[in-house]
């Protein structure tokens, strides 16, 4: 590969690491926050305990989504969390078709994208069922491929 090339797979690597801090997917991001917020310390209390499985997770997540979406009608989570999914959609597609740099995606989105997929991989599989986008989360699966959600054990 040229220099000129590679320069060309990390500026555009660069490009979709500076999209995801700005608009408008920090915006999703922030919806997503607001949401986490309003959960207090539920989700951690969760992990504290040992966690449950994704399944459950989906249902938990699923359920606390529409009562704070029901209480805040111009807010939406859901279609935020479809989003960002989308958006790791379009890295694994520059990637699989080599015009990002895999090492700067995994540098700055690869950690994004396993705590986004730990939280809500079963809430964007569902949305993939239901919306008829067999490929959403695609991406999200392919840059966490090897990585896992739970604490590994020291000893």
Do not use: W
């Not at 320069?7 to 979709?16: A, G, N, Y």
């Not at 959609?89 to 950690?111: A, N, P, T």
């Not at 994208?113 to 695609?138: H, P």
């Amino acid at each position: 590969m040229t220099e000129d090339a590679r320069e060309r797979r990390v500026s555009q690597s660069l490009d979709l690491v500076k999209q995801f801090g700005d608009e408008p997917i920090s915006n999703y991001r922030a919806e997503i926050r607001d949401f986490e917020f309003s959960l207090g310390d539920e989700l951690d209390e969760i992990e504290r305990n040992g966690g449950i499985s994704p399944a459950d997770a989906a249902v938990l997540i699923r359920g606390r989504i529409a009562t704070f979406e029901a209480a805040h009608p111009d807010r939406k989570v859901a279609q935020s969390i479809r989003d960002i999914a989308s958006f790791f959609d379009e890295v694994h597609i520059c990637q699989e078709r080599g015009l990002c740099d895999s090492d700067v995606i995994d540098d700055f989105l690869k950690s994004e994208a396993l705590d986004f997929q730990c939280t809500y991989g079963g809430i964007v599989r569902d949305q993939s069922r239901i919306f008829n986008k067999r490929n959403l989360g695609e991406g999200m699966r392919a840059l966490t491929k090897g990585t896992t959600c739970l604490p590994q054990s020291s000893g």
